[in-house]
């Protein structure tokens, strides 16, 4: 299937390069990974006797997080355990520069292009089983209707017992699966998990009540065999994978929160009210259904978890529209008291991002913020380099996001070649000055609608034909 001429890995790193980052590791980082490591610290708390665990995609050697819960008076004990990347990368030294520029580690389903060096990202502060590693933990106590309380963060020693994965645990916890090899050895891994995932169902409860909006939402995963692309196929969210998600964001708002009491100036993450609200509106009016004339985070998701029960099959497309038309997150520096713009899609006021530190920056800015104020120490960044990480880190967000749409849509050219002429469902997902757009459902593959563009807008669901591809310049073109 692969095309002879086309070398994606090669295409990758150009993509990278004209996107403004930088692919390869500085000789100085590259020299100072061979001997980073984290420092060994007495006095901090001994938390590896406890069943943690961690549950990520299937190819990450990356682990930023370990998670492990009791149930107890006030509702469900949740510690979330992230990797403290700071004791081994101090701040101002050529790893953390080339970090600071980078902001964020790209994944480009040909090739990964690391933020940190991969001896740190994927050994030395990645949570790896059956590791001793220092972490810096949050607690929080979830309680029957979903709030968040008896919040703490400390610093600590954990160890990774069972490293899992979306792909094994979530089919078992949805009883579509038997239950992982791992997970059946272990009767209270078995206890651990079913405790995390009621855990989580009670985090998403009082979100949705709040009207944090609920999305189908479908990524493209590359089948590579030896570097070479056998085909695409997409992926779903599945239990598993929302429990992490219900986790983090419980974890985020709780550091968030921390920061914010004790005056301490932060990153945050913010999504904005989405500009194109009249759009939606359209939307839901066209599926015979109802939203206000002003942004409404709680009725958008009533309406959309009326569209998934209603009409489920299609429901993957109304997600998508809505996103696209939500428009992308971006960090903020915020000051002390300061009105700061919460996070439109989660319905929360205070959010950052804190559980990645391995990939984000951002991350290993809040973690240095963090470790300061337990250490009642100086922050460690001024305002003003808080406002320049702050928006480099938006930057190079968006960077890499093109990044991977482009590498996709070549991945996806060269799995699609042999489609040529074959009908597909899809759904509009852009209109711009440089052309319509629209994305299949199987697989979930983007393209540019080169015939029968006419009157059609973000959120249409229409037929198409693929027309034609170019793996060269990413291009996938479909016609009505």
């Not at 964020?104 to 933020?115: K, S």
């Not at 042999?418 to 199987?442: L, M, N, W």
Request: proline residues 5%.
């Amino acid at each position: 299937m692969n095309h002879p001429q086309v070398d994606l890995a090669a295409m990758a790193r150009q993509e990278m390069t004209e996107r403004g980052f930088e692919p390869d590791l500085p000789a100085a980082a590259v020299q100072q990974a061979e001997g980073a490591r984290q420092k060994a610290e007495p006095g901090l708390p001994d938390l590896t006797s406890l069943l943690w665990s961690s549950i990520d995609n299937d190819e990450s050697r990356d682990l930023d997080q370990v998670e492990w819960a009791e149930r107890g008076a006030g509702g469900i004990r949740v510690l979330v355990g992230i990797a403290d990347v700071d004791s081994a990368v101090a701040k101002g030294t050529p790893i953390d520069l080339h970090a600071a520029s980078e902001t964020t580690t790209v994944y480009t389903g040909i090739r990964t292009f690391p933020m940190l060096p991969e001896r740190l990202s994927t050994d030395q502060t990645s949570l790896n089983e059956g590791e001793d590693r220092v972490a810096v933990v949050i607690e929080m106590t979830v309680a029957g209707d979903g709030s968040i309380g008896a919040n703490r963060i400390y610093r600590a020693r954990v160890r990774n017992g069972a490293q899992l994965t979306y792909g094994a645990v979530g089919p078992w916890l949805e009883g579509v699966a038997a239950m992982p090899a791992k997970v059946a050895a272990s009767a209270p891994l078995v206890a651990q998990l079913q405790l995390q995932n009621e855990a989580a169902h009670l985090l998403r409860a009082a979100r949705d009540r709040m009207g944090a909006l609920t999305f189908d939402r479908t990524e493209l995963q590359t089948v590579v065999d030896n570097g070479k692309v056998r085909g695409v196929e997409g992926r779903r969210a599945n239990t598993a994978s929302r429990l992490i998600e219900d986790f983090m964001i419980g974890a985020n708002e709780v550091m968030a929160e921390t920061l914010r009491a004790a005056g301490v100036a932060s990153i945050r993450r913010i999504v904005k009210a989405p500009e194109r609200w009249p759009r939606m509106v359209e939307l839901a009016e066209r599926s015979g259904d109802h939203l206000p004339a002003e942004a409404d985070a709680a009725a958008l998701n009533a309406f959309l978890v009326r569209r998934k029960q209603e009409d489920p099959v299609h429901f993957a497309d109304v997600s998508l529209a809505v996103l696209k038309l939500m428009g992308p997150g971006e960090y903020v520096a915020a000051r002390p008291g300061a009105a700061v713009e919460g996070h439109f899609g989660l319905a929360a006021h205070d959010y950052t991002h804190s559980t990645a530190p391995n990939r984000r920056f951002a991350d290993m800015v809040t973690q240095r913020l963090i470790k300061a104020l337990l250490a009642h120490e100086p922050a460690p960044y001024t305002d003003a380099e808080l406002d320049a990480t702050a928006r480099n880190c938006t930057l190079k967000e968006d960077a890499a996001r093109k990044v991977q749409r482009d590498m996709t849509k070549r991945i996806a050219a060269v799995a699609l070649a042999e489609r040529v002429g074959q009908k597909f469902a899809a759904v509009v997902t852009g209109v711009t000055p440089k052309g319509v757009f629209v994305r299949v459902s199987d697989p979930p593959v983007e393209g540019r609608l080169m015939r029968g563009e006419q009157g059609v807008d973000v959120g249409d669901q229409i037929q198409v034909t693929l027309l034609s591809t170019d793996a060269q310049r990413g291009f996938i073109d479909f016609g009505r």
